[in-house]
């Protein structure tokens, strides 16, 4: 029998600049940092560790000789940059402030100054910003002679977004708009027109906005030559962080700088490919192999973030996904307590349980910045909004706006406040100025004569009805351009108070709505439908309310409680966070509260109409759960009120129904991926008094006379 010699590798030793892999890294990170040079596509998982991971690579291509300057690493906020060229100079030293790091914008913009004659423009072109770019756009709707009212033309801004949207996708503008805007679909030649003539002036003036620096990019590349080659050239390595949210374009851009060395690292995760919306492309990672041939695949899937119980729920989303790499993530994290799934039976008993769940968070030491609560959509938290309110529970949106601060539902509200209050005259300004032809002086003629029929006895409505037949306003006052605008106005405060619809503030809404402010987000808000969307979730929540004296007082309550926020000397430094999950994605927290997961609401039914639609509300859920490091509540309501107040019964998410149910083990105690609450109101004045049984509700476990649990499954 041959004597087996066991031949064992030298330890590792230090790199060239000191830089200790083996101890640095763990197994995944240090065969990511370490692989060969070539075409390579990094599975990271949430949690893992992937910027420390990009952050060694780059490190070690320097320490192997890689010039920096010959080093791009391209980002999606030069903020990400700026830290990781941070910790790359931690490593390798002054070095790293020669590697060319940014966004990719940023990258284009200094290409393009050293070649921009190649593409008709002088190096010393400026950079349009978002208003100068409206400004062009609404000169070249002019140029191309468009009758905007007639024909109810889009607005510059969803123009821009719809040209934007062409751009990145690279998807031609006729089938952008059948996707996109199918209801400007027979103004397509004319959008087509206008674009043309926005390009024009763009060249003409030496003009780029931010879009044209890629697309721009991209023409310095695809047309080869020695041009292009030469910018190739600049560079020995290309690195790519978030790589699964890069758009059509941005994908094309990465492969041509790949083209020669073919040394192209991409980190992403396709299991957080949530912006679709903006352009992002998934199959970017998918078809990276196919069109890299030979390319190393390596994964990242050690989550240092969540406790394994999280994990396991985020894993069971992941295995239903119809495409995708499905990397499981592996925790290292001691056990910790099983995820809550919660029904309520509303959306305000839902926003009373998070609301309470957090003041006890709080009494048992969880700092509120530890707290987040994340939603699909912004209206799902308005009821949430108003409680936390009520309760003194201070808050921050990352989402943008509080609800009630959106320019839509302020447009909304000022028709209501207008009806009930017939002299505040700021809500009259913003209702008439959204009518078409309307400007400053029409307006302040307009006031003064309402003024005039208010002091004569007329309530709102009637005196704003009198205008269309004011001899004094027809003699002059109101011009041709606006007759139309203040016809609208006139009719759409009538229909709101019409003897079945009058002092019923949900239905006063949607009159608002259907009479004419679906058409007006129609054709200026890029993101029309979320916004109507949104207005009709504000009407549900109106519906509750006796009549609109009760509405407006309790929309007062929440609009004071946020101007003594925004100006109190001792405003808090702790505040929970409430933000959309697009806007989490890069974030944690301690506990999270995932709300409104119902069917229609989480996944979206808007985003279920779109071809791969499900499995990126799949992806959008994935996202939301692995934010959660300790504890993850599942809430979702049961039932809403209809329009014709009717109660509506609701499906929870099918995410949450496709886990595993909690079992019963021998000894009756419930097991699985995870525990499910129930709520059981307890009165006020019970709920002060002390309890022998040691209640403890909000946790889930209230003792019964036997010891058991009432309110475990």
Known sequence: ??????????????????????????????????????????????????????????????????????????????????????????????????????????????????????????????????????????????????????????????????????????????????????RFLHLTDDLMTVCQAFIKRKVERNLMDFDDLLMNWKLLLAEGGPLADSIRARFDAVLVDEYQDTNALQGQLVDLMGQGHKNITAVGDDAQCIYGFRGAEVKNMLGFAERWPGATLLPLSVNYRSTPQVLAVANAVLERAREGFKTRLIGVRPSGMPPAVVPCK????????????????????????????????????????????????????????????????????????????????????????????????????????????????????????????????AQGAVGRRAKPGVTRFVHTLGAMTKPDVKDKPGEMIRVLLDAFYAEYLARTEPNARERQEEIEELADFAGGFADLEAFLSELMLVQSFAAEEVVAADEPDEKVTLSSVHQAKGLEWSRVFLVWLSDGAFPSDLAL????????????????????????????????????????????????????????????????????????????????????????????????DDGGHLLDD
């Open 346 to 473: 509303d959306a305000h008993q839902q926003a009373e349980f998070v609301a309470e769940r957090i003041l006890q968070l709080r009494d048992e030491g969880v700092p509120l910045t530890e707290v987040g609560v994340l939603y699909r959509a912004h209206r799902h938290v308005l009821e949430l909004q108003v409680e936390l309110t009520r309760r003194g529970i201070p808050y921050v949106v990352r989402s943008g706006l509080r609800f009630f601060e959106q320019a839509h539902i302020k447009d909304v509200v000022a028709h209501l406040k207008l009806l009930f209050n017939a002299d505040d005259e700021l809500s009259f300004r913003r209702a008439v100025r959204l009518h078409e032809g309307i400007g400053n002086a029409t307006c302040d003629a307009l006031w003064r004569k309402t003024r005039e029929h208010v002091a004569h006895g007329a309530d709102a409505a009637r005196a704003i009805a009198h205008l269309q037949d004011d001899e004094d306003l």
């Open 609 to 704: 109409k779109d071809a791969g639609g499900e499995d990126e509300e799949r992806r959008l859920f994935y996202v939301a759960v692995t934010r959660a490091k300790d504890e993850l509540y599942l809430t979702h309501p049961l039932v809403t009120r209809a329009r014709d107040h009717s109660m509506v019964l609701h499906r929870r998410s099918r995410f949450v129904e496709e886990l595993p149910p909690p079992e019963l083990d021998a000894a009756g105690e419930a097991s699985g991926l995870y525990e499910t609450w129930q709520i059981e109101v307890v009165p006020a004045d019970v709920a002060a008094l002390p309890k022998p049984d040691d209640t403890d509700l909000l946790t889930g476990r209230l003792a019964d």
């Open 1 to 182: 029998m041959a004597r087996v010699f066991q031949l064992k590798s030298a330890p590792a030793a230090l790199s060239r600049l000191g830089v200790d892999y083996a101890a640095s890294l763990n197994d995944e990170q240090r065969a990511v940092v370490l692989a060969p040079r070539g075409p390579l596509l990094v599975l990271a998982g949430a949690g893992s560790g992937k910027t420390r991971a990009l952050t060694y690579r780059v490190a070690r291509f320097i320490d192997e000789g890689i010039h920096p300057e010959r080093v791009l690493l391209l980002t999606f906020t030069n903020r990400a940059a700026r830290a990781m060229l941070e910790r790359v100079a931690a490593l390798v030293g002054p070095a790293s402030q020669r590697v060319m790091g940014g966004t990719f914008h940023h990258v284009a913009n200094i290409i393009l100054r050293g070649h921009a004659e190649a593409i008709g423009y002088a190096p010393n072109f400026t950079i349009l910003d978002r208003e100068d770019a409206r400004d062009l756009m609404d000169a070249a709707v002019a140029d191309a002679r468009i009758k905007v009212t007639k024909e109810r033309f889009p607005k510059a801004d969803v123009l821009l977004e719809l040209a934007s949207l062409a751009i990145n996708t690279q998807v031609p503008a006729r089938e952008l708009v059948l996707r996109r805007a199918p």
